[in-house]
């Protein structure tokens, strides 16, 4: 896409919701402001660029929300936006108002959509990486992965006083649909004797057997923690079997769910928004286009969107085999 002048902004939070994205929105309004830009709020992520629901603001529409969760501008899933009619609604809206650049805070499916539209039409794209799944290629953090992470981990802290009290197996199920990051972390950072993600194949006879040792061993008091997502079908799947095969465990399931989502965002998360919004208008602003602005090794990272919603971060294998020296 050739270099144009950007005068007039667009952002929006598209997707899940993630700890942190106020604190994304608020960099890239006034960032924008100190350059002399035009920047306007894009309500319900592009169910509002169709719905043509843009509102301007400056640097007091963003005064104290750095610590609030969720996002002011609201997010939902646009199945209008898919279509090509409602992208031209989209553009046709846009150059009404002038705007000719945007910023996107979401996850891939977000990036995606960015991508097509800007294929489509001349208003170039940058992707900020706003999702709790830690999940995207091209960046070492994610916007509420952090947050979501220290919320699980508070909660299954908290489980486990009560596992110790009554000697029982907990299955705490985290979120993760497609990803196994905050179960790996939050199962590794308290002491989990298992972990079940989606980017492994689940071995129910090895973990049958493993808690059958621990049993021996009078272990009683055992946690696993398994990501929505895992091949095996979750908490509750995993319960009935366990219940099956070892009716002596006392054994109990937990669901976190969407309290991961909420809460005010962490530090880490305040500053890794911070940062990436800032360099997500200064992006714009040279005329580096239809990228996601990462970080890696602790420095910002560009990677063309195209690359970014087609490689998904991996786990990789000695994570597993640290899980299982760590709780042997």
């Not at 050739?2 to 902004?9: A, L």
């Not at 952002?11 to 994304?24: E, I, K, Q």
């Not at 309004?29 to 830009?37: A, I």
């Not at 998360?269 to 992006?283: I, T």
């Amino acid at each position: 896409m050739e270099k144009k002048q950007i005068t007039k902004i667009g952002v929006l939070t598209s997707g899940g919701d993630a700890p942190g994205m106020n604190a994304a929105v608020r960099a890239v309004v006034r960032t924008g402001v100190h350059y002399g830009l035009e920047v306007f709020g894009i309500m319900r992520g592009y169910n509002g660029m169709v719905e043509n629901d843009i509102v301007p603001m400056n640097s007091r529409s963003v005064a104290n929300i750095i610590q609030r969760g969720g996002t002011i501008l609201k997010t939902a899933r646009s199945k209008d936006f898919f279509s090509p009619e409602g992208r031209q609604k989209a553009y046709d809206n846009l150059k009404a108002l002038g705007i000719n650049g945007l910023v996107i805070i979401g996850g891939d499916g977000s990036f995606r959509g960015a991508q097509k539209f800007s294929s489509e039409f001349d208003i170039p794209c940058v992707g900020i990486p706003g999702t709790i799944d830690k999940d995207m290629a091209g960046t070492d953090y994610t916007i509420g992965f952090d947050t979501a992470v220290n919320t699980a981990v508070d909660a299954i802290d908290k489980i486990r006083d009560t596992m110790d009290a009554h000697d029982r197996l907990f299955i705490v199920e985290v979120m993760g649909r497609d990803a196994g990051y905050i179960a790996l972390h939050s199962g590794i950072a308290t002491g989990a004797e298992n972990i079940l993600i989606p980017e492994s194949k689940t071995d129910i006879e090895d973990l049958i057997k493993s808690l059958t040792e621990k049993e021996k061993r009078k272990k009683l008091v055992n946690l696993i923690v398994v990501a929505e997502g895992d091949e095996f079908g979750g908490a509750n799947e995993l319960a009935k079997v366990i219940k099956e095969r070892l009716p002596s465990a006392d054994t109990r399931v937990c669901i976190l769910g969407h309290i991961q989502r909420g809460g005010s965002p962490s530090c880490q998360d305040r500053l890794v928004a911070s940062h990436m919004g800032y360099y997500g208008v200064e992006s714009l602003m040279i005329g580096r286009y239809n990228v996601m602005v990462g970080m890696m090794n602790n420095k910002i990272h560009y990677t063309p969107l195209d690359k970014a919603v087609k490689e998904r971060k991996t786990i990789g294998h000695e994570w597993m085999k640290i899980v299982k020296i760590l709780a042997s």
